[in-house]
């Protein structure tokens, strides 16, 4: 007997609830060229490919290196076979069907490709406003359904079997570099597609930089060692940090790190549905502050995650955004000493059912890593 198919996302659903963002905004038609959108509406991971979307139609235009595959496999809708070029075939659509009005993503097509389709419309004599758009797709991925969170639970044990790695296998002496690449290898070997982000491996004073590159320098028994690192699964992300010690924790970061993890844990225990990203980031702002600690939190205190590592909500200082079930986001406080080093802890999260459910579970409660022989 065949095994059970695995379920499928509802694309046609996604289209749907687009379709309407469209309507209210008076659209007719909009070209999605952004890729995560372009993979989140029909499934093509490709690189090259853009879809069109209106009232009553659903196309994937691509080239011939993809075309025969999105042809077999759109979910719904058709695929377009793409001749001359991208531009060509929508202003070449635009015309067939009198659009009057086509609409793009401007946070994603380049001035150089808005260039490109008004030469093409004027090439053709179509009377065709462009018209930019901005967050309309992103806007419905905020909300993650239950295949997209097995996809994001599957990336986070990765990300937590890489850190259990970590604890095996670091040692003094070993570069960061080193490091990095021996969790890579680690997080490909074990199914992760490619990495999300480059992995941060950040020892001693590097530390104190939240997005250092991992360099040649050797961990020294006591210092802080930033790990932040991520996978993904069927184009979804996780994102994870620990920081830890090898030996021993040294003064001050041992105060710091209690902080820092008291901070975190506080904020993900009081996170709500229905908050804004604002309120989130006040409750680790105010506990590390309340440790005198709050000037050296130096960023947000996270972001969404999705088929992008970094996507809405954001949840910063500056979010106004209300948090709502389904939504997948970091919770990753940090303090940084300029010269000394720092302490980030992060987990990836979902609100379900109104309260948080931690995606990632790597140990945070001892962070130092016996020194092996
Ligand atoms: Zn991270
Ligand atoms: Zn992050």
Same mark, same amino acid.
């Given at each position: 007997m065949a095994a059970p198919s695995a379920p499928t996302a509802d694309y046609a659903g996604r289209v749907a609830r687009l379709r309407g963002s469209l309507s209210g905004q008076g659209c007719r038609c909009l070209v999605v060229s952004n890729r995560e959108n372009v993979r989140y509406?029909?499934?093509?991971?490709?690189s090259a490919g853009w879809v069109v979307v209106s009232t009553d139609d659903l196309l994937l235009a691509t080239d011939a290196r993809y075309f025969e595959q999105a042809a077999a496999q759109m979910p719904c809708g058709r695929a377009g076979l793409v001749g001359r070029g991208l531009a060509e075939y929508v202003a070449d659509y635009a015309a067939e069907r009198q659009l009057t009005e086509l609409a793009f993503e401007a946070e994603n097509l380049t001035f150089a490709g808005v260039k490109a389709l008004e030469a093409a419309l004027c090439e053709r004599s179509v009377a065709c406003q462009l018209t930019p758009t901005s967050g309309l797709v992103e806007s419905l991925r905020e909300v993650k359904d239950p295949i997209e969170v097995d996809s994001m639970r599957r990336a986070a044990d990765l990300a937590d079997g890489a850190m259990r790695h970590a604890r095996r296998v670091m040692r003094t002496g070993m570069t960061e570099a080193e490091l990095a690449w021996r969790l890579e290898r680690w997080l490909r070997d074990h199914g992760s597609g490619p990495m999300p982000f480059d992995i941060i491996v950040a020892s001693g004073p590097n530390a104190a930089l939240p997005h250092a590159t991992p360099s040649g320098r050797t961990f020294a028994a006591g210092e802080p060692?930033?790990?932040?690192?991520?996978?993904t699964v069927d184009g979804y992300c996780s994102d994870l940090t620990r920081t830890l010690f090898l030996s021993r924790l040294d003064a001050p970061f041992d105060s710091i790190y209690a902080a820092v993890l008291a901070a975190q844990r506080g904020t993900i225990a009081r996170v709500a549905s229905g908050m804004t990203g604002r309120d989130v980031d006040a409750l680790a702002r105010e506990a590390l502050g309340a440790d005198g600690l709050? $000037?050296?939190f130096t960023h947000g205190l996270g972001h969404g995650v999705g088929l992008e590592i970094h996507e809405r909500p954001t949840v910063n200082g500056r979010s106004n955004g209300v948090l709502a079930d389904g939504m997948v986001f970091t919770v990753e406080p940090g303090v940084y000493l300029p010269g000394r080093g720092g302490v980030r802890i992060e987990d990836t999260v979902v609100l379900s059912?109104?309260?948080?459910?931690?995606?990632?579970? $790597?140990d945070k409660g001892d962070p130092v890593v016996a020194v092996k022989g």
């Open positions: 509406l029909v499934g093509f991971a490709g060692v930033v790990i932040d690192l991520g996978a709050g $000037a050296a059912s109104g309260r948080v459910e931690q995606l990632t579970h $790597a």
